[in-house]
């Protein structure tokens, strides 16, 4: 069994497809900027729909069967990373096209947090923008943050993404922006344990998460590239891997209803596998600053954890 990674000390990551994929059907991209890039500049803006059978295909892409997702009521936490890779790569390629970071050797997702302002539904318009929010130099590397916010066509805020890649063995001259909110594992948290779900990762996991997201990384989908890349088989990508710890978390956590999440955030620290089980434990945190309910999770695969510093936020009860 392989030892568990993190990205401090040995930065695998699974990655976030190949550029120039698009959203077939449910987005429409819009202008992309060129040029010199600045933070909190805006790179893309773009539009779409929620579709419903494209609700209803993620959710059954990641193993998610919720009543609230096959009924048409409500959308999983994590559909609208579906609709924003073309703006998230834009933003990325501006980033890494502006000089500002040297020595670049590749740019896996490192972390991923999501804050819910609103509620997606359905059938809904929306639309979305990236821009680039923050850079800080780490031990091992570089990691950018690249923010993308989904709000309704009158501009009311959604689903806000904060998009992290590591650019490894990379330096830059001084850090950008601010990171985003903290989201470590509280050391206390283990003697509160909520539960543990176990997810079953089916052998073509990836292929379906792929057709619902056209995030197509090599390495989830081709078995020689995966080893030319030194893993034993194909991996999901990371976006899958938290779609399926976040039908976990809501089942465990909120009740079965999406609707109560404010925040989920968690960084990726191992390859996870098909044909295998994975668990995903639930402990409380605390509360956050406003006195709402937290849970902290992990994502455990064999004797890796390959999801940590995982961070739910919710509305109370």
């Not at 509620?119 to 590397?141: A, D, I, L, N, Y």
Request: charged share 20%.
């Amino acid at each position: 069994m392989e030892a568990p990674h993190d990205i401090a000390t040995d930065p695998f990551v699974p990655g976030i497809g190949v550029p120039g994929i698009g959203v077939p059907g449910i987005g429409v991209p819009g202008t992309g900027a060129t040029g010199p890039i600045a933070l909190g500049e805006v790179c893309a803006r773009e539009r779409g729909r929620v579709d419903e059978d494209a609700v209803y295909a993620y959710a059954l892409a990641v193993n998610d069967r919720n009543d609230l997702y096959l009924q048409g009521a409500a959308v999983p936490p994590l559909f609208t990373a579906t609709l924003i890779l073309p703006a998230l790569q834009e933003a990325f390629h501006r980033i890494t096209g502006a000089g500002i970071i040297r020595d670049d050797r590749g740019g896996p997702h490192g972390e991923h947090d999501v804050h819910f302002h609103g509620t997606v539904r359905p059938g809904m318009p929306v639309v979305w923008e990236s821009s680039f929010h923050s850079m800080k130099q780490t031990s091992s590397g570089v990691l950018t943050v690249v923010r993308i916010m989904v709000s309704d066509p009158d501009g009311a805020p959604l689903v806000e993404h904060f998009w992290s890649n590591y650019h490894i063995g990379a330096s830059i001259d001084a850090d950008l922006g601010a990171a985003p909110p903290d989201h470590t594992f509280p050391d206390d948290a283990r003697a509160e344990p909520v539960g543990r779900r176990t997810v079953v990762i089916d052998r073509d996991q990836a292929f379906r998460y792929a057709g619902v997201s056209n995030d197509r990384a090599p390495h989830a989908l081709d078995e020689e590239m995966a080893r030319a890349e030194g893993y034993p088989t194909k991996i999901l990508q990371g976006m899958c891997t938290f779609g399926l710890v976040a039908g976990a978390v809501v089942d465990g956590a909120a009740g079965g209803d999406p609707r109560r999440l404010l925040r989920l955030a968690c960084r990726f620290a191992g390859p996870v596998f098909p044909r295998r089980e994975l668990d995903v434990n639930l402990y409380r945190a605390g509360a956050d600053g406003d006195g709402r309910p937290e849970v902290a999770f992990e994502g455990v695969q064999g004797d890796s954890v390959v999801v940590k510093h995982g961070r739910a936020g919710l509305v109370p009860d």
